[in-house]
């Protein structure tokens, strides 16, 4: 049996790094694109934090781990959670709510 996602929870991963060069503090960001199959025009093209949704079968943790790991290649990172939002309601931006729905 696939697991499904669980639509209104997800998991954002903030990945930092240090440029000792430029003394200055980084953050990964994935680029999000898609388009329909039959046009050339793009729906979604923009930058985002490495983060997807929640399968029904894994806790918050292996979330993480699993979208670092397809995201990024990286795995065995150190993580810490910092905040949890729970508004069922919360993707107001259209660009996210019509990747949520493809």
Same mark, same amino acid.
């Given at each position: 049996?696939?697991?499904?996602?669980?639509? %209104?929870?997800?998991?954002?991963?903030?990945?930092?790094?240090?440029? %000792?060069?430029?003394? &200055? @503090?980084?953050?990964?960001?994935?680029?999000?694109? &898609?388009? @329909?199959?039959?046009?050339?025009?793009?729906?979604? =093209?923009?930058?985002? @934090?490495?983060?997807?949704?929640?399968?029904?079968?894994?806790?918050?943790?292996?979330?993480?781990?699993?979208? &670092?790991?397809?995201?990024?290649?990286?795995? %065995? &990172?150190?993580?810490?959670?910092?905040?949890?939002?729970?508004?069922? =309601?919360?993707?107001?931006?259209?660009?996210?709510?019509?990747?949520?729905? =493809?």
């Amino acid at each position: 049996m696939i697991a499904q996602i669980i639509p %209104n929870i997800s998991v954002d991963c903030v990945v930092f790094g240090y440029d %000792n060069k430029t003394k &200055l @503090l980084n953050v990964l960001l994935i680029e999000r694109f &898609l388009q @329909l199959k039959d046009t050339d025009e793009p729906l979604v =093209n923009d930058y985002v @934090l490495t983060g997807f949704h929640a399968y029904e079968d894994e806790t918050i943790d292996e979330t993480a781990k699993r979208i &670092l790991k397809e995201l990024t290649g990286l795995d %065995n &990172l150190y993580k810490k959670q910092f905040k949890v939002f729970g508004d069922p =309601n919360r993707l107001m931006n259209q660009k996210d709510i019509i990747w949520v729905q =493809n």
